[in-house]
């Protein structure tokens, strides 16, 4: 009898050992988390909440403060310094001489130009004495024509009257006649050849006039030339950099300094290249300064790319800062696009190790994190911009994740 008892409580505990392995198996597999685990104290990481504000993408060049108008000065001829009226760092006013420079070549190229225009100044002359003289012998030859023809008229009529009483001979009358047509047509031809002498004449007057013209007008460009031997100041300011000393000698087109015009300032900043494609003029920029915000606009754009970046330079709008400086340097915010609502969570070292591609989530009870996939569209140096995979009020960690390796769960401590 006892050992059917003994018997039946093995069996009871074979099914029971059974039942316990089945519930321990159906637990495992249903309810046990296999995701790997990290704990993670909550004091050394950062944990940022999910939230729904006005997104502006923003990117924060650095400029320098530069006066609002700048004229170089360079060197319209060639030449060696012959007086140094100013130093770098004067205060100039518009037409003051700054530095005259000598240029030999110059100078013997307008005495050249002179004599070429004394020459033709003497040959129009020349020319229009000939033509006052040519019309004198004309008009003496005419005159001369005139009287011969009025003598032979006479004569003609005479022998006609004479031959018609039959007093002369025919050949005699016809002799006559004849010298009397001879000299009408002689006087048309050299009225003829007077007009066209004139014609010519005043076509040569003409040509060397427009001649005489030009060589004035070059004469003229070459004093102006040599006038532009002294450089003066362009506009009043302030010269800044002077690049010449007595003796040195300076090329055409060669820059040798430049005035700076200081009533006013603007921001000059180097763009990533990588936004060339949107940076528009207008668009508009700020930067805090002595505990004020103040605005900017793009006016102009350099399209030229050194080392990566491109240049913009940007003006105030409304009032500009009163204790600003030339060459400071300006941390702006510049827009680059319009202020929209969105998604947001604050920028974090977690990026580099995911890529925006995926972040832990703080559950409700903040002692875990889980890994979430998420897409973030644009950003701006203080947030990135959610697309996909969070939701406004959610708490994520921000800080980075250099540390986790690829563990699926953090548990915080």
Do not use: C
Not at 183 to 203: A, C, G, H, P, Y
Not at 355 to 379: L, M, N, S
């Amino acid at each position: 009898m006892i050992e059917k008892k003994n018997k039946n409580l093995k069996k009871y505990g074979i099914i029971a050992g059974s039942i316990a392995v089945v519930f321990i198996l159906i637990y495992f597999i249903f309810f046990h988390d296999f995701q790997s685990k990290l704990i993670v104290q909550k004091d050394r990481i950062t944990i940022a909440t999910v939230t729904e504000d006005d997104f502006i993408e923003y990117i924060p060049p650095i400029g320098t403060v530069i006066p609002i108008k700048t004229i170089y000065l360079d060197a319209i001829q060639g030449g060696q310094v012959e007086n140094k009226f100013l130093k770098a760092g004067a205060m100039v006013q518009e037409g003051d001489p700054i530095i005259s420079l000598s240029n030999i070549d110059l100078l013997l190229d307008i005495m050249h130009r002179e004599a070429e225009v004394y020459q033709q100044t003497n040959n129009l002359r020349n020319t229009r004495l000939q033509m006052e003289q040519n019309q004198l012998d004309l008009q003496m030859q005419l005159t001369q024509l005139k009287f011969n023809i009025k003598t032979q008229e006479r004569k003609y009529h005479r022998y006609l009257q004479l031959f018609e009483k039959k007093l002369v001979s025919e050949e005699e009358y016809q002799e006559v006649a004849e010298h009397f047509e001879y000299l009408k047509e002689v006087e048309k031809l050299t009225i003829l050849q007077n007009q066209k002498d004139s014609t010519f004449r005043e076509i040569q007057v003409e040509q060397l006039e427009n001649s005489l013209d030009r060589m004035d007008n070059n004469l003229k460009i070459a004093r102006e030339n040599l006038d532009k031997l002294t450089i003066k100041a362009p506009i009043t300011g302030q010269l800044t950099s002077l690049n010449a000393e007595i003796g040195q000698s300076i090329h055409r087109g060669e820059r040798i300094g430049q005035v700076d015009v200081l009533d006013g300032f603007k921001i000059r900043a180097g763009v990533d290249e990588h936004y060339i494609a949107r940076i528009n003029l207008g668009q508009k920029g700020s930067f805090d300064f002595d505990g004020k915000t103040y605005d900017l606009e793009i006016t102009k754009i350099y399209p030229e790319v050194l080392q990566g970046k491109f240049n913009i330079d940007l003006q105030f709008v409304g009032e500009s800062p009163s204790k600003i400086r030339r060459g400071q340097t300006i941390h702006m915010k510049l827009e680059l696009g319009d202020a929209e609502k969105a998604v947001v969570i604050p920028t974090g070292g977690f990026f580099q190790k995911t890529g925006g591609q995926w972040i832990f989530v703080v559950d409700e009870t903040t002692r875990t994190a889980v890994k979430r996939k998420i897409k973030i569209g644009r950003q701006n140096p203080k947030y990135y911009r959610i697309t996909e995979g969070l939701e406004p009020g959610e708490k994520v960690i921000i800080s980075s994740y250099d540390n986790f390796g690829d563990i699926e769960k953090l548990v915080l401590k």
